[in-house]
């Protein structure tokens, strides 16, 4: 388990945007991740995306990490952001562009 | 295994007395939630430290016993 913190502390760290989520950014497999993928993909970041469902230590690994027991999560420069709820909601009121802005994290829409 | 909304209601009303809490059943299969939670327990906290405290609420059955919840909660008075 301390192997799959470490590896997630690391793909936080060095990646800008990272999405931990069930399936992949191009085969979603859960509507809750599906919604966040869509949202980055309108907004045009750059990300990492993580399967969990490809390894159970980083599956369960990560709602440890971040006292979060639900996935998808989302990380921007090593900060968790939120789950879907969250960046739906930030995307609406667009608190979302505005966090990558402040980041320094490009957008291209 | 589905948790009724009674339960639902019952944790987070025993962690937030002061709240207005309205549940809705999405799926109408006990297993898709949505809750809309109002309590000045969210006053000043982040999204992530408001849903944080609901997770705690629910004693771990966030993401066993109960599969979906989604939340939309803040403070009583905006």
């Given at each position: 388990m301390s192997d799959a913190i470490e590896t997630i502390r690391r793909t936080v760290a060095e990646n800008d945007v990272v999405l931990f989520m069930k399936g992949t950014a191009d085969q979603p497999q859960c509507g809750f991740s599906n919604q966040v993928v869509r949202i980055l993909d309108h907004v045009g970041v750059d990300y990492v995306d993580v399967n969990v469902l490809a390894d159970d230590d980083i599956r369960q690994g990560v709602k440890d990490f971040t006292n979060w027991p639900t996935i998808p999560q989302l990380y921007v420069k090593g900060e968790f952001i939120g789950g879907c709820d969250i960046v739906r909601e930030m995307f609406q009121t667009g608190?979302?562009?505005?966090?990558?802005?402040?980041k320094g994290v490009a957008v291209s829409a | 295994m589905p948790m009724s909304v009674q339960s639902l209601e019952n944790l987070l009303r025993e962690a937030f007395p002061d709240a207005d809490i309205r549940i809705d059943d999405l799926a109408g299969d006990g297993d898709h939630y949505?809750?809309?939670v109002r309590s000045d327990a969210f006053k000043g906290k982040s999204r992530v430290a408001q849903h944080q405290l609901v997770y705690a609420a629910l004693k771990g059955r966030m993401g066993g016993e109960l599969h979906a919840l989604?939340?939309?909660?803040g403070p009583k008075t905006a």
């Amino acid at each position: 388990m301390s192997d799959a913190i470490e590896t997630i502390r690391r793909t936080v760290a060095e990646n800008d945007v990272v999405l931990f989520m069930k399936g992949t950014a191009d085969q979603p497999q859960c509507g809750f991740s599906n919604q966040v993928v869509r949202i980055l993909d309108h907004v045009g970041v750059d990300y990492v995306d993580v399967n969990v469902l490809a390894d159970d230590d980083i599956r369960q690994g990560v709602k440890d990490f971040t006292n979060w027991p639900t996935i998808p999560q989302l990380y921007v420069k090593g900060e968790f952001i939120g789950g879907c709820d969250i960046v739906r909601e930030m995307f609406q009121t667009g608190e979302l562009k505005a966090l990558f802005a402040d980041k320094g994290v490009a957008v291209s829409a | 295994m589905p948790m009724s909304v009674q339960s639902l209601e019952n944790l987070l009303r025993e962690a937030f007395p002061d709240a207005d809490i309205r549940i809705d059943d999405l799926a109408g299969d006990g297993d898709h939630y949505r809750a809309v939670v109002r309590s000045d327990a969210f006053k000043g906290k982040s999204r992530v430290a408001q849903h944080q405290l609901v997770y705690a609420a629910l004693k771990g059955r966030m993401g066993g016993e109960l599969h979906a919840l989604a939340l939309d909660t803040g403070p009583k008075t905006a």
